[in-house]
């Protein structure tokens, strides 16, 4: 039973590379083969590469010293990193809230065995994870230093301790989110937040690695002191890589340890967790009068709720209004002092500058895309839509409205923000400003028209519509270009003019626009909205 158990974990896991959910069939074996090969040459070729040449850099001087168990040490942590990040969801998601538990639960299948195969799945994507780190890293440390059958035994057993490591980790998470999640009544808004803060602490250590790497190599003698001191247990798992016998005995000893305590916490929560009902507090219905509210309010309602009710809509399609308040607090932070090299880079340029702030801000104000799988994701329930007594017209003005009140705001934070460190003048000051809501709308009204023309009804995964559409990618790529020929026009034929009326120039081109996007949408596209 547990193996097959197991087998429907993993064929779980990578269902997508042998079904196609759009077409609602098996792939070829053609297409799966190109699948799978494009995931390695992804994973191993790409990701694998970056970790080698990292690692790379750091065997051959820690090596040359004899800190070999500082090479391991530090790897490890990366590859704990990378294999928490590709995993955690995963527990989140297979363990606890698999679509079958109830229907497992019910069978005479012990629980143990079903958490037993579950983890099996959580461990597989762990290893892949932190593998792409801890393979190249053995790699590259075995070419730098010729080891011996101690010294490979150790590396081998490393990789098996990081990757349990990273499943127990990935369990406690899971089990964490599960216990806060099944107290709320939307769960969209942890997984969200969660996302958000992994992204974050991933870019922060993407960004922030080149700088301390160099940080740490020419203090070398300094940062080895205080890990050997008061992190010696770093120490003592680094040196596993080395293949020292005691460090891997306390190791193993440690990490199993750990693995148990997991195994049990497990044991006792999983059945009270997976059975929980949804919807938090039980609340006690109080007798109020409803307050009315007005047609477009309502239809604007429902499609927020929409929006907020899935974390994939939110994070995939208004990631970008996260950013850019996020950009807006990088310039008051960081823009004083980068000011003065931009305006030193381009002196020679008039009024670039200008032009890079207010091109940037509008390339950042396109990436939002919600408004476009917005129709397709009524699928099946648009018959509900077009059944209210409302027009197609009030249907899309209130799809329209989500994108430009989650967007606009966020934009002009990041205009104002970018005006009090730039001081323009009143008719720059109006164009850094007037910019932005422009590409706003733009993008708002350039989404919706695609989103009618390439809808889909029929999808079986939210995910289709979301960022798997033809319409998806068409907006996505419209706007870069947007964003790239908005500068970059500037410096190859706006200089010539002049700032001011290279961007008063764009700023009628891109209403005139807006007008006809408007238009069409008013006319053509209600008229295809209706014969959905």
Known sequence: MLGLLVKKQLTEIFRG???DAKKNKARSKAATIVLIALFAVLMFGLLGGMFYALAGALAYPLAAYDLGWLYFALMSLIAIV????????????????????????????PVRTIVTARIVGVYLMGLLFSGIVMVP???????????GAAEIIGG???LLLVSAIVLALSCLLGYGVARISVKLKNKSYITTVIALVFIGVYYYFYFKAQEKLQEFMSHLDEYTGKLSGSLGFMKTFGEVGEGKAIPVLVSVAVVALLCAVVWLILIRSFTKIATAVDGGTKTVYREKTAKERSLSRTLIAKEMGRFTSSANYMLNCGLFSVLSILAAAALLWKGPEFMPVLQMVFGQMPGAVLVLLTGSICALAGMNDMVVPSVSLEGKSLWIVKSLPVTAWDVLKAKLSVQLRLTLVPTLLCAVCAVIIYKPGAAELILMLLLPVLTVLFGALFGLMLGIRHVNLTWTNELMPIKQSLSVLIYLFAMMAYGAALIGLYFLIGQEIGALWYLTIAGCVIALIDVLLWQWLKTRGVKRFAEL
């Open 82 to 109: 990378l294999g928490l990040l590709g995993s955690v969801f995963t527990t989140y998601a297979g363990l606890y809230l698999a679509k079958d538990n109830d229907l497992l639960l019910s069978m005479p299948i």
């Open 137 to 147: 890293a053995l790699i590259a440390y075995w070419k730098a230093l010729k080891p």
């Open 156 to 158: 081998i057993v490393l």
């Open 17 to 19: 590379y042998f079904y």
